[in-house]
């Protein structure tokens, strides 16, 4: 039995092992592998009209140096959302509620952002850090301001994802609670508490995969500044 709420979220371990890496690796061996035949299944036509979807609206804004990161970001994509949604089944671990999993996501990818600027466009890319217009008093505020919000991007990134994962699955384990502990004593309430509960695991469900395009969409307007 579970000493607290938040035990849900401490990473499993097998005889010492942590399984951390199995509950991250497991998502790609779901994916269907493309096949040599000329028409594809019906799941291999979903997945590739979802991804080319996804990467064209994703890379519309970016000029051509910012294609490159096609893949990275369509991978990502597809990554996050696998993670996220299997962690909404019973009797499994969602990596992406561990902070430090997604800050080793975003704040590589954002300081590659940064380097790709700085090496291909230093003067717009330090010109970001002071607006046009700028009062002379007001120049040294606003360039300290600017680079404190630029390095608080990738803390906001892993910060969101990690937060609204936790919060949402705290709820349901809340409300999953109350459901058993109402169902002998009040069976109507707890009928209409598990209603709710199935209302809120469809929101979550969709929180899930607006978490992880938010989270991809944010890494390519910080790409589109540099690029």
């Given amino acids: 039995m579970m000493v607290s709420f938040f035990d849900q979220f401490a990473s499993p371990s097998f005889l010492g092992i942590p399984l951390i890496v199995v509950a991250?690796?497991?998502?790609?061996?779901?994916?269907?592998?493309?096949?040599?035949?000329?028409?594809?299944?019906?799941?291999?036509?979903?997945?590739?009209?979802?991804?080319?979807?996804?990467?064209?609206?994703?890379?519309?804004?970016?000029?051509?140096?910012?294609?490159?990161?096609?893949?990275?970001?369509a991978s990502l994509?597809?990554?996050?959302?696998?993670?996220?949604?299997?962690?909404?089944?019973?009797?499994?671990?969602?990596?992406?509620?561990?902070?430090?999993?997604?800050?080793?996501?975003?704040?590589?990818?954002?300081?590659?952002?940064?380097?790709?600027g700085m090496r291909n466009q230093p003067t717009v890319a330090l010109g970001h850090l002071l607006p046009e217009g700028t009062p002379i008093p007001l120049i040294p505020v606003l360039i300290i301001i600017e680079t404190i919000s630029l390095f608080i991007r990738p803390l906001a990134l892993g910060v969101r994802l990690t937060a609204n994962l936790t919060a949402g699955h705290l709820l349901i384990q809340l409300i999953a609670t109350a459901v058993f502990v109402l169902l002998?004593?009040?069976?109507?309430?707890?009928?209409?508490?598990?209603?709710?509960?199935?209302?809120?695991?469809?929101?979550?469900?969709?929180?899930?995969?607006?978490?992880?395009?938010?989270?991809?969409?944010?890494?390519?307007?910080?790409?589109?500044?540099?690029?």
């Fill in 184 to 227: 002998p004593m009040m069976p109507t309430v707890a009928i209409l508490t598990a209603a709710v509960l199935f209302l809120l695991t469809l929101l979550e469900v969709a929180v899930a995969m607006i978490q992880a395009y938010v989270f991809v969409l944010l890494l390519s307007l910080y790409l589109q500044e540099n690029v």
């Fill in 24 to 73: 991250i690796a497991l998502p790609w061996v779901l994916f269907p592998t493309p096949s040599s035949r000329w028409m594809n299944s019906r799941l291999i036509t979903v997945q590739t009209w979802f991804i080319n979807r996804f990467t064209n609206q994703l890379m519309m804004p970016l000029n051509v140096g910012g294609h490159k990161w096609a893949l990275l970001l």
């Fill in 77 to 116: 994509m597809v990554f996050l959302i696998t993670i996220n949604m299997l962690g909404l089944l019973p009797y499994t671990f969602t990596p992406t509620t561990q902070l430090s999993l997604n800050m080793g996501l975003a704040v590589p990818l954002w300081l590659a952002t940064v380097i790709i």
